[in-house]
Nanobody, 114 residues
Framework: QVQLVESGGGLVQPGGSLRLSCAAS????????MGWYRQAPGKQRELVAA???????NYADSVKGRFTISRDDAKNTVYLQMNSLKPEDTAVYYC????????WGQGTQVTVSS
């Protein structure tokens, strides 16, 4: 059974930082591309950042220079370091694993507010 379990969300003030984690089980983690998506109320889910099995990364323009995605294949975990957070970063953040199939986590809420 495939499981992606996100953690690390919460309430943070503008300008603050959070680190999201996604622990995967039931898949060969090292061969999967991993990604972080987010969905704000009333908006479509969008890609935030992705990392290939080889370690190549790409980011949404809105988070470049502020967010960093990384992976630890030994721990079957992908991370999203989020710095300089803005109110518009408020959303539910979802972890995604992609190879032959797409798998999704249950999401973690990130709220940026003073």
């Amino acid at each position: 059974q495939v499981q992606l379990v996100e953690s690390g969300g919460g309430l943070v003030q503008p300008g603050g930082s959070l680190r999201l984690s996604c622990a995967a089980s039931g898949i060969r983690f090292s061969i999967h591309a991993m990604g972080w998506y987010r969905q704000a109320p009333g908006k479509q889910r969008e890609l935030v950042a992705a990392i290939t099995s080889a370690g190549s990364t790409n980011y949404a323009d809105s988070v470049k220079g502020r967010f960093t995605i990384s992976r630890d294949d030994a721990k079957n975990t992908v991370y999203l370091q989020m710095n300089s957070l803005k109110p518009e970063d408020t959303a539910v953040y979802y972890c995604n694993a992609c190879w032959l199939f797409n798998y999704w986590g249950q999401g973690t809420q990130v709220t940026v507010s003073s």
